[in-house]
């Protein structure tokens, strides 16, 4: 099973599991194809979108668990 840490960058999560991109779409990343959205971190990704970052990656991880 596939774990993600807040320093898995986010094109790194979409070749793990392409299925995330709803969870990421979610929360406003919309741009998920742009190349500089693909160099940010899961915590650099939750910091720009207000979230926390402990949340994100729990909430990708029990996606990915299933």
Known sequence: MAQ?????MIGEL??????????????GM???????????TIAEAAMVHGLDPDALVDKINDFLAK
């Open 14 to 27: 979409l070749h793990i599991d392409e299925n995330v991109a709803p969870i990421l779409l979610e929360i």
């Open 30 to 40: 919309h741009c998920l194809g742009c190349p500089s959205s693909q160099m940010e």
């Open 4 to 8: 993600v840490t807040k320093e898995t």
